[in-house]
Structures are given as structure tokens and as C-alpha cells.
């Protein structure tokens, strides 16, 4: 029986979706994707409720990319350029966020936005608008592709990566740096203490570089398969 990974969805006044690229990366890595899409219209004890459901039937889940989050709640008003997500998918991802602190051992992959809430929620700061002080930002935006290099010692390897993002991870808190662009851009972070807790900035669903890609979604599903196998 394939294992079952969740992906977090995007919201509007109409749907809640994810794109196929990251159903087709998850299958392609021998997992059996789900979408989980916020719930509307519930109160605290309901949406914990509902976030522990979801947790319950997955075996690993995959924070996916999108617009820009709130940041009010962690202390810094958010930048007039952002784009921001919608409140009830960041009100879920938090809560699913906290609910994973007591559930160390399921695998968790965040992609671009998914890495920010995921620094943010250990105590990180971001850099919200690129533009602002780093003069390369255009690199990273529009799925340009561009160089990522492994801090050494680490458990990512270097490759060319396709990104779209104005907003990056600036301190990821209690996380730890596992990668930067070549003009310092945090690109990927984890937590060494838990199973399998990788943020990246970068879009690995549409990525080409196979070790910076379709492998980010195989470490995931490998790591999830191995923590059932071990009960």
C-alpha cells in the first residue's frame, strides 16, 4: 500500500487546490498524495480537530508554495508589497504546524512559502521583500533557475534549482541552515532533531535537476516509509 502525503492547498473564493506538479512529484516518489484544504468557517476547537484528523491518515506531509503570509502574529507588520495568503489557509498550516511539534516523527517537507512558515513558526524572521537589499532578487524570481550550494556537513546537496519568490527566510529561529544561493539566500533549513523536517525555498515539483528535485520528494517518502516500517 502506497503512503499517504498530505499536501496543503491553496484558497480563493471558489476552491481549494494544489497544483498537479506536486500530486505528479509525489506519485512519481511512490507516495499516494491527498489534498488538505483549510477549513472554512470553524472555530479553534474545530480546526484542531480537523488538523488532527489529517494527520492521522497521512504519513508525511508536503507544505506547499504560495503567496505571502501575515505577520502580524509573530511581531512585524507585513510589508506593503506582500501578497498575501488567505487567512484560513494560514490559520490552518499554523495549527497543522503546531500539531506536527507533538508528532515529531512525521516527515514534513515545506516548499518556498511552507519553508517561511515553517521559520516563522520556530521563532525566524523573514526578509519580506527581496528587492529591498538584495540586488540579484531577479534570480530568484519568474522559475529562473540558479545555483543553491550545501553548507557542508549538511544533509542537501548543491544543484541548480527553479525558484519563485520575493520573500525569503532572513533567521529561521530554532532551524538550522542547510543551504544558500550564491548571494547568500537562505535556501534551505531543517531540524536535525526530528525524523524529516526540510524546508526549501526553491520549487522542486518543477525543478529539473534531479538531485534538487524529484529526490527531495523520494528523501521525503523514503524517511516517511522507513518511520512506518519501524512503527
Not at 516518489?29 to 483549510?38: D, T
Not at 488567505?86 to 514534513?108: I, T
Not at 534551505?188 to 526553491?202: E, F, L, M, S
Amino acid at each position: 500500500m502506497a503512503l499517504v502525503v498530505g499536501l496543503t492547498c491553496s484558497l480563493d473564493e471558489k476552491d481549494a487546490r494544489a497544483r498537479l506538479t506536486y500530486v505528479r512529484a509525489v506519485v512519481s516518489a511512490g507516495g499516494a498524495p491527498i489534498l488538505l484544504p483549510p477549513p472554512v468557517g470553524v472555530d479553534e476547537a474545530g480546526l484542531r480537530e480537523i488538523v488532527r484528523s489529517h494527520l492521522d491518515v497521512c504519513g508525511a506531509i508536503v507544505l506547499t508554495g504560495g503567496p505571502d503570509p501575515r505577520t502580524e502574529r509573530y511581531g512585524v507588520a507585513t510589508h506593503p508589497a506582500a501578497q498575501t495568503i488567505a487567512p484560513e489557509r494560514q490559520r490552518y498550516e499554523e495549527a497543522l504546524l503546531d500539531e506536527l511539534e507533538a508528532r515529531r516523527k512525521v516527515p514534513v517537507l515545506g516548499v518556498c512559502l511552507g519553508m517561511q512558515l515553517m521559520a516563522l513558526h520556530a521563532g525566524g524572521t523573514l526578509n519580506q521583500h527581496l528587492p529591498d537589499d538584495t540586488p540579484s532578487h531577479a534570480d530568484h524570481m519568474n522559475d529562473r533557475t540558479h545555483r543553491v550550494e550545501a553548507i557542508a556537513g549538511g544533509p542537501m546537496p548543491s544543484g541548480e534549482v527553479t525558484s519563485h519568490h520575493h520573500q525569503a527566510v532572513r533567521d529561521p529561529g530554532r532551524l538550522r541552515i542547510i543551504a544558500r544561493a550564491p548571494d547568500g539566500v537562505i535556501e534551505a533549513i531543517d531540524d536535525p532533531r526530528r525524523a524529516h523536517y526540510v524546508g526549501v525555498q526553491w520549487h522542486p515539483e518543477r525543478t529539473a535537476d534531479e538531485r534538487m528535485g524529484a529526490a527531495v520528494f523520494r528523501r521525503l517518502v523514503a524517511e516517511a516509509s522507513r518511520v512506518v516500517k519501524r512503527g
